[in-house]
DNA sequence: CAATTGTTCTATAACTAGTAGACTAATTGT
DNA sequence: ACAATTAGTCTACTAGTTATAGAACAATTG
């Protein structure tokens, strides 16, 4: 199974599908120039529609992570080594990052614990990265 | 104006109205026991029906972050020092934090990068909160 | 030419976002 | 204690989104 959903969870499931493929392509799992399973073939593996499965690959499209083509099928465009990302994207970015953090804060977390998620989280990417490299 | 609000923009604003009064709290700009307006003023300020603001103040009554109560209206219940969160939120929180941390990554943002943005975020919170301290 | 795969269209049921009005509970001033 | 005010709660409605479903179309590959 290249991913696993949660079919009643608060997220929908196009996004779910969107993030697990996003955190494939940090992790190295999915490098420039990988193919994806058609949208059909996917969708009869997690048990969901097919236009769920396109959905969520048409918004991997727009963030420029995905080129797809009639035949060819989804194909990872972008990777931790492509260079910068789009312009305004990075400002996006940081916006919904500060929410995030602030949630962190406002709950009690500490800066210091703040950090260790972070590094972390990172970690487990640049991890295989370095590993494909 | 206590915040501002994008009424066009692809996040609702109910939303949007959570997140400005997360990141206030954060800032330590709302300490715990400051009021906030009522929904029907902050309604009118925003311009915006006051069922908007009410959903925004309520989901971050579930939160734990505000007290809502009759004529008393919504005080701020948490915050940075309020203590350790409620159980089961880290995780959930640290899922968030790793899928956003993960499309930076896909996006070709190095690890120091990503670092930088962290700590500049943090730094604006935790010093207004260190000011009040 | 035929099979595969993405694209587009229409349709439908369930849920969400935003607005709206009426209602109820709590406080404040007299 | 009473009345006015204040502010959250409840029900309801419209528009849009999510997810599913099926049919038809177009391009690419072998």
Redesign the interface.
Known sequence: MLLSIEPDGPVPIYQQIR?RI??A???GELPAGASLPSTRQLAVDLGVNFHTVNKGYDLLRQ???LRIGRKSGAVVR?????????PG??DD??G??????????????S?DQ??E???A??A???LR?EEGA
């Open positions: 993030d996003v955190e392509i940090a992790t963030e420029g992570l972008r990777d931790a080594g492509s260079g910068p990302p789009d994207w990075e970015w940081a919904r990052l500060r929410t995030l953090l602030a949630e962190a804060i406002a709950q009690g977390l800066p703040i950090g998620h972070g590094q989280a990172v487990g990417f640049s990265i």
